[in-house]
């Protein structure tokens, strides 16, 4: 199982697989990234 790289991406993962709609895409985003340090 792969690691979710950017959060654009784990969030279009929780859309489309778990139907989890996400009212402001670009605040959950902001959230995201400040709760983890995505390694590149």
């Not at 969030?11 to 995505?38: G, S, Y």
């Amino acid at each position: 199982q792969r690691e979710i790289a950017t959060t654009a991406e784990l969030a279009d993962v929780l859309e489309n697989q778990l139907a989890i709609v996400i009212p402001n895409r670009a605040t959950f985003e902001a959230r995201l990234k400040e709760k983890c340090i995505v390694e590149t």
